[in-house]
Each structure stands twice: as structure tokens, then as C-alpha cells.
């Protein structure tokens, strides 16, 4: 579930969890949505990425084509935070 700068996921242990939404982009290419996140009670430099549609339902990243497209915005994102 997406709100306005939170998520929550469920952990391998079934515990809801909030994670803090980094930011969210489009691909044209792929026709999806995406959402780049990190766990919002633990200082860490660990993100994590889905999909999600409209409802704000999250999705996996299932291809590894996909997975390196995400990656490569991720590092877009982080070397612009950097020169911020």
C-alpha cells in the first residue's frame, strides 16, 4: 500500500513493515510504475524497488532486464542526491 511518502510491506515473517518511498518513476518502455524504497526504522543504505499500479498495489521485479533498468535509475538518483 503507497501513501504520500510511506509504504508498507509484510516481511518474510508475515510483520507489516514501513519503508520510506525514495521516489517513484514511470517507464515508457516497460508501460509500468515504480516505487524505490528503504526500511524506514533502520539507518541503512539498502533500497529496495517494485512496481505498483493504480490502486497502489506492489508487485515484484521478476526480470533481470528489468531489474538493471531499475538499477540504473537508482544510481541516476543517487549520484544526483550526491551533487545535490
Known amino acids: 500500500m503507497l501513501d ?8 518474510e515473517n508475515g510483520n507489516e513493515k514501513k519503508m520510506t518511498i525514495l521516489f517513484t518513476f514511470d517507464s515508457e ?6 516505487v ?4 524506514a526504522d533502520h539507518d541503512t543504505e539498502e533500497v529496495f ?15 533481470e532486464e528489468e ?3 531499475v538499477e540504473e535509475v537508482i544510481n541516476t538518483f543517487a549520484e544526483d542526491e550526491e551533487n545535490a
Do not use: H, R, T
Open 4 to 11: 504520500s511518502n510511506c509504504l508498507y510491506v509484510q516481511d
Open 29 to 34: 518502455d516497460k508501460k509500468k510504475q515504480y
Open 36 to 39: 524505490v524504497f528503504q526500511d
Open 49 to 63: 524497488a517494485s512496481c505498483y499500479d493504480d490502486q497502489g498495489n506492489l508487485y515484484p521485479i521478476e526480470s
Open 67 to 69: 531489474w538493471e533498468m
